[in-house]
């Protein structure tokens, strides 16, 4: 069974919002870090935001600084993405992953488990 399971994709107008969730199914002690990355069609796959230290450490790319945040809920094992006025450059596909790695890493490198994967739409 997949480790990490993202929901709460959809399809929203420029300036809407959504929130993602990622669930980790086998919490294991080692995930130092976590993250959101996203994918547009034809394009790599970026950093989206990260989170270590339980929460306590946080960073985002600067094109959502101000209008994304991360959050993980310990109780449930859940990561969250709150993303707010979203800009049709935002659509994409979003990742959750998890690494060992500290610091956080920015690269796809420094996470071992990922999502399968969830679909967000903005139109203009």
């Known amino acids: 069974a997949q480790a990490l399971v993202e929901s709460g994709g959809g399809s929203v107008q420029s300036g809407g919002s959504l929130r993602l969730s990622c669930t980790d199914s086998k919490y294991d002690t080692r995930r130092n870090c976590m993250g959101w990355f996203r994918q547009a069609p034809g394009k790599r796959r970026e950093v989206v935001a990260t989170?270590?230290?339980?929460?306590?450490?946080?960073d985002y790319a600067d094109s959502v600084k101000g209008r994304f945040t991360i959050s993980l809920i310990k109780a449930n094992n859940t990561l969250y993405l709150e993303m707010s006025s979203l800009k049709p450059e935002d659509a994409a596909t979003y990742y959750c992953?998890?690494?060992?790695?500290?610091?956080?890493?920015?690269?796809?490198?420094?996470?071992?488990?990922w999502g399968q994967g969830t679909q967000v739409t903005v139109s203009s």
């Open positions: 989170l270590g230290g339980g929460g306590g450490y946080t």
């Open positions: 992953a998890a690494g060992p790695d500290w610091p956080c890493g920015l690269s796809m490198g420094d996470y071992d488990t």
